[in-house]
């Protein structure tokens, strides 16, 4: 089953327009991760926030994660045409559980 | 250096045959997990490997999946009799000791007809 739940579904913008997508999920983790998946890379690791951060930035990235709502957000700022592809956010459980859970991913698609 | 790798990138089996799905981890990584990823959807969990021990095999669907990483390197998924619904992808990913972030292999595609 999948823990997390990325919200929207799919994402249309133009190029230079910022994109948003959240990620909600179930469980108390130990972190949470955002990962981007297309055909050219496969799955690449973009991110990672830890339970007891509330912000963190990489690049054109910034994630924010409250731990309350069980949610997270990921903002990719100044899109790009390369940024088109499927992102998925991925938990890791606490309690020194080792296997991570996927979302079911939002597919974003940058337009130049 | 290399990264992880997959084979076959593509599997064709008939209904009812054995496969055998091979990962070649990073070199040194501890961890390995394997996934399936069915398509539209997130990768989901199959196990979990630290160094030769399966430490969780949870997600795999039926007694039908096998896995196995003997020498703590190169990892075989076995899937036995297989139906329709195991078609899908079948991603392998490596971690070193000291991080969270996984590594992912290009996967292999099975279709069963």
């Known amino acids: 089953s999948q823990q997390g739940e990325e919200d929207p579904q799919a994402l249309s913008i133009q190029e230079g327009e910022n994109a948003t997508m959240n990620c909600s999920y179930k469980?108390?983790?130990?972190?949470l991760q955002w990962y981007r998946q297309n055909s050219g890379r496969g799955l690449v690791h973009l991110i990672l926030?830890?339970?007891?951060?509330r912000e963190k930035h990489s690049g054109r990235l910034r994630v924010t994660l409250d731990t309350s709502k069980k949610s997270s957000s990921l903002l990719i700022t100044a899109s790009r045409a390369a940024d088109t592809a499927s992102y998925f956010c991925a938990t890791e459980l606490s309690g020194g559980y080792q296997k991570v859970t996927f979302g079911t991913g939002t597919k974003l698609q940058v337009i130049p | 250096g290399a990264g992880v790798s997959q084979s076959p990138r593509y599997k064709v089996a008939k209904r009812g045959q054995d496969v055998a799905l091979r990962c070649d981890p990073i070199s040194g990584h501890v961890s390995l997990f394997w996934y399936q990823q069915a398509l539209g959807q997130g990768p989901e969990f199959l196990t979990y490997?630290?160094?030769?021990?399966?430490?969780?095999k949870s997600g795999l669907p039926s007694d039908r999946f096998f896995a196995e990483r003997p020498e703590g390197s190169v990892s075989t998924l076995k899937i036995q009799r297989t139906q329709q619904e195991d078609s899908a992808v079948y991603l392998c990913?490596?971690?070193?000791?000291?991080?969270?972030?996984?590594?992912f292999g290009p996967g292999t595609r099975l279709t069963v007809t």
């Open positions: 926030i830890r339970s007891n951060e």
């Open positions: 490997f630290q160094n030769e021990a399966q430490l969780d």
């Open positions: 469980t108390s983790i130990n972190n």
């Open positions: 990913a490596s971690r070193h000791r000291d991080s969270r972030e996984q590594y």
